[in-house]
C-alpha cells in the first residue's frame, strides 16, 4: 500500500508558476513510477507527466511539454511538478498517482485545486 499527499495548488494568474509536490509513504517498490494527472469541471481525468525510479525516463502530455517538469526526490519520497506559463486551461485538480514496476497496482492521492485566472 501506498499513501499519496498532494500540497502546492492554489490561484495564480495566467502566465504564473507553481510547484505542486506528492509525498509518498508505505511500500517503497510500489513507488517505482509516479506521475500527475488531471481533471477539470465537466471532463475525464487525464495524463500530464511521469516519471521513473531513477528520475531519467520522463514522459509528459503534449499539452504541457516545455512548460511543466516533472522530478522526484527518493530520499524524501517525494514527486515534484514544475508549472511554469500557466494557462487557465490548464485549470483543474491535480492527481499524484504511484505504480510498482510490475503488476497493475495503482495509488491516488486526494487531489490537489490549481485555479490559472485570465
Known amino acids: 500500500q501506498v499513501q499519496l499527499v498532494e500540497s502546492g495548488g492554489g490561484l495564480v494568474q495566467a502566465g504564473g508558476s507553481l510547484r505542486l509536490s506528492c509525498v509518498a509513504s508505505?511500500?517503497?517498490?510500489?513507488?517505482?513510477?509516479m506521475g500527475w494527472f488531471r481533471q477539470a469541471p465537466g471532463k475525464e481525468r487525464e495524463f500530464v507527466a511521469a516519471?521513473?525510479?531513477?528520475?531519467?525516463?520522463?514522459t509528459y502530455a503534449d499539452s504541457v511539454k516545455g512548460r511543466f517538469t516533472i522530478s522526484r526526490d527518493n530520499a524524501k519520497n517525494t514527486v515534484y511538478l514544475q508549472m511554469n506559463s500557466l494557462k487557465p486551461e490548464d485549470t483543474a485538480v491535480y492527481y499524484c498517482?504511484?505504480?510498482?514496476?510490475?503488476?497493475?497496482?495503482?495509488?491516488w492521492g486526494q487531489g490537489t485545486q490549481v485555479t490559472v485566472s485570465s
Open positions: 498517482n504511484s505504480s510498482p514496476r510490475f503488476g497493475t497496482a495503482n495509488y
Open positions: 508505505g511500500r517503497t517498490s510500489s513507488m517505482y513510477r
Open positions: 516519471i521513473g525510479w531513477t528520475g531519467g525516463d520522463t
